[in-house]
């Protein structure tokens, strides 16, 4: 935002997120903003609305150029109200789910998640050190 980018801020709790919004808008000097939008991603109806919102702000032929989706939950051993496959869906299921819906609509080209990199780098260590 400082730099001049634009950037869509995705959370949850919306509120939060105006707020640091308003804070990072503020602070622009190069005409970045920071426009917040809603989005639970283990919600079907939240991300087909989240995917209206998008296809809004970006008209055909542009697209993201850089998507950080690092929404996720935990839960403490000793929490009973949280289940696995609860934990499966909002860590993992829902963000698949949401990338292929974003590809369909054409909103990004590509994709490189953290964990194919690790596994890429530690492939090339193993076969250095054979």
């Known amino acids: 935002v400082q730099e001049g980018y ?22 622009s000097t190069k005409g970045g903003v920071i426009i917040p939008l809603s989005c639970d991603v283990t919600n079907i109806e939240s991300r087909s ?3 209206l919102s998008l296809k809004e702000l970006i008209p055909s032929p542009k697209y993201i150029n850089l998507l950080v989706l690092c929404a996720g939950t935990f ?35 590509s994709t490189t998640s953290s964990s194919q990199t690790i596994h890429h780098e530690n492939k090339e260590k193993n076969n250095e050190n054979k």
């Open 6 to 27: 634009s950037v869509i801020g995705v959370a949850r709790d919306i509120e939060k997120l105006k707020t640091v919004s308003i804070q990072l808008n503020d602070k």
């Open 75 to 109: 839960a403490w051993d000793d929490n009973p109200d949280i289940s696995h496959n609860y934990l499966m869906n909002a860590n993992s299921y829902s963000k698949q789910q949401m990338i292929s819906e974003l590809k369909e609509q054409k909103l990004i080209l």
């Open 49 to 51: 609305n989240l995917l």
